[in-house]
């Protein structure tokens, strides 16, 4: 088997796996309790909290965990906004994660004059045209910092310097999910982070608030996370996610290049095809880990099942959005459509895996492709 | 007072010497979709009464009911001795709780029938005395016989049975006394629809899948195993037959005419599947046809699609539009199933401009010109075969 959709999950981390297990059969104790063993496992939430607020160039007290990258997202979007009074603009961009998309449609509901950022044919947003939606009522904007369908990394710290100049008292929340670890630090009010994307178990997330930003919370209860997200402490999972980040954090540059070792490989040996189309940026430009093309002529659904036939698991666009034929937002608002859309296959790396895999895949991706076309529509 | 389900049914009545069968028939299968329950069916009169129902199962044996074919409708009724005070106290209990929250002024009626001739009132007065007692007591009640927003129901029999509602059944003929029949499932909005109509009017199904695997998802095939449940949520069991058909379309398409390759496509599937409904002991074909829908649906293309069989095939759909057809895919639950957008045998391999009046000569031909014959076996060889319920 041959795993390309680590965008989509990635597998657990052993090590992350076997923590996790501790803190569910022997330290299971709730942090909010009173007796030692609960004290020391309180203790041991501050210190994954500090060392994932290490790796944020943030504070501790600056990051408050949630169940997953959506939970993070809608908390920053919903939460900072009902904090403010009054309405007023909100821009996103195009190509945003459901999560921030579907979320900035509620918003457009209650009142919101919400707007979209375009982004240019790689997936990146396009600088002087969010410059040029910055209105003097303008609250928040919110933009990917990886683009999960093309790779394309978006300047942040650009677009965070463009609103301090036009608009000081705007928020910018950055949806980092796909790029936390794998690209470095950004400027920004708000940063959301994923932990199954980085090898820790699905159901453990964060929110990076800097000070002084205010986001009010949405569930109600004993006030875990300094009040920011009550309900238990999923101590398992936030231990788990902390452990996986620090192997990644040790190993950051030796598991970068493994990832974009694979992602080079794949795309040469994959150029090689006839009719093959890039969608994203030049491949040494963006993200380490994923890799769009479109087969001319070939179904991506189609292509798909048979490559999953053979044990090569790959993607038809975020696995969120992969049921929706023909209607694939992302792409369309990075102008590709037809064709193109319809053939197009998001490949997706970790550190796991290597170039002999790359170059496997690229062989059983040619015979299909190849055979594939024999049936195309004439 | 004991709560029973009173079940009426629609045409058995007019099947002279057969209706016993007829009546078996619908009994056996409310037996099977209530399942679990422990109930007790008892026939009489023309009615059907289902009793032993406990309390939390009422509301699901009801809904499953007005599921089976040959049900006109149900009332949850309450069933009583009948001497007079004790049916009065019932209709009042039942009115009780009927008018709790109802406007002043709220009209009703009182419906009786009698078949026990010896009862001490006959129908009419059974009404005038009935109608006084509830106006006595809910005086904010007023009589409409023409139009009342409640009806009270009381029917004297060996035992008195007291409701205001009658539910909608599925109408129909009991499933199975029509004899089999083999239904061409793709996992669209149409065929299940059909199949559906098709039980409807008594048939015992059987159902026939084409896929390409692996160009097909496993999630298509979850579709139509999910699809056929629903249909089996009326229909009863059903046995679906799963047919690997990729190397047939394959062949297809590197054999024969690009334009023709919908409707030769579609001749093999009637082939295969009137050999998989012989062999199930069905006696026709059912699909989802609706004339000009799409360019294998025309008059021409149904001639030569129906060239490849000699069974008789059903096409309920034929004179119905789309609008129609998703209309009864929402009322009996199919419609957000089969719209779940996945890849399907149909979809993989389909030429840009099919013939949309294809000449049986030339399919003939065209057919001919491949030796399908060992393909086919092979095709029904790898069939799969579940057992929906």
Redesign the interface.
Known sequence: MIYFDNSATTPCLKKAAEIASEYMTEKYFNPAAAYAASVQTERDVSAARANIASLLQAEPSEVFFTSCGTESNNTALMGSLAAMHGRGRVIVSAVEHPSVYEAAIELRERGWDVQFAPVDMTGKVLLPELASLLTPDTRLVSIMHVNNESGAVNAIDDIYALMKRNVPGALLHVDGVQAFMKEAPVRCDMYSVSGHKLHAPKGVGALLVRKPVRVKPYLMGGGQESGMRSGTTNVPGIMAFSAAVSDFAEHREEYLDAMRGVKLRLYSNLSRIRDVRLNGPEPDKGAPHILNMSFMGV?G??L???L??KGLYVSTGSACAA???GKNRILNAMGITGDRQDGAIRFSFSHFNTVQEADLAAQLIEEQVSL?R??R?? | MEKVLLVRYTEIHLKGLNRPYFERALVDNMKRALRGMEPVIEREHGRIYVRNISDENFAEALDRLTRVFGIHSVSPASAVDKDWETVVSAALSLMEERVKDAAPGTTFKVLARRSDKRYMYNSDTICRELGGRVLERFPGLKVDVHDPEIKLSVEIRDNAYVYCDEIKGANGMPTGTAGKASLLISGGIDSPVAGYMMAKRGLTLSAVHFYSYPYTSERARDKVVELTKLVSKYAGEIKLFLVPFTDIQMTIYEKCPSKETTVLMRRLMMKIAERIARGEGAMALITGESLGQVASQTLEALAVTNDAVSMPVFRPLIGFDKDEIMDIARRIGTYETSILPYEDCCTVFVPKHPVTKPRLEDLRASEAAVDFSDMIEKAIENTEIMTIK
């Open positions: 179904r659904e189609v798909l099942n048979a999953s036939e049921h929706k034929r594939l024999r049936f529509r004439r």
